[in-house]
Nanobody
Framework: QVQLVESGGGLVQPGGSLRLTCAVS????????MGWFRQAPGKEREGISC????????TYAESLKGRFTMSRDRPKNTVYLQMDRLEPEDTAVYYC????????????????WGKGTLVTVSS
C-alpha cells in the first residue's frame, strides 16, 4: 500500500512558475515508478511525466517537454514537478500516481493515486 499527498498548487499568473510536491509513504515506495497527471475541466486525464523506479529515467509527454521538469528525492520519498512558463491552458487538477512496474503515461496502469492539487493559471 502506498499513500500519496500532493501539494504546491495555487493561483499563478501566465508566464509564472510553480513547483508541485508529492509526498510518498507506505510499503517499499522505491519500488514504484511515479507519474504526474492532470485533468482540466471538461477534459480527459492527461499524462505529464513518469520517473522509472529503477534508474530514475524520466519520460515526458512531448507537448509538455521543456516547460515541465520532474524529479525525485529518494531519501525524502518525494517527487516534484517544476512547471515553468505556465499558460492558462495548464489550469487543471494535478495528480501524482504510483505504478509497480515500468513507467507509463497512461493512467489506467497506475495502482495508487493522490487526491490532487489545483493549479489555476490566470491574470
Amino acid at each position: 500500500q502506498v499513500q500519496l499527498v500532493e501539494s504546491g498548487g495555487g493561483l499563478v499568473q501566465p508566464g509564472g512558475s510553480l513547483r508541485l510536491t508529492c509526498a510518498v509513504s507506505g510499503s517499499n515506495p522505491h519500488f514504484y515508478s511515479m507519474g504526474w497527471f492532470r485533468q482540466a475541466p471538461g477534459k480527459e486525464r492527461e499524462g505529464i511525466s513518469c520517473i522509472h523506479y529503477g534508474d530514475d529515467s524520466i519520460t515526458y509527454a512531448e507537448s509538455l517537454k521543456g516547460r515541465f521538469t520532474m524529479s525525485r528525492d529518494r531519501p525524502k520519498n518525494t517527487v516534484y514537478l517544476q512547471m515553468d512558463r505556465l499558460e492558462p491552458e495548464d489550469t487543471a487538477v494535478y495528480y501524482c500516481a504510483a505504478l509497480r512496474g515500468l513507467c507509463a503515461l497512461v493512467g489506467d496502469f497506475y495502482d495508487y493515486w493522490g487526491k490532487g492539487t489545483l493549479v489555476t493559471v490566470s491574470s
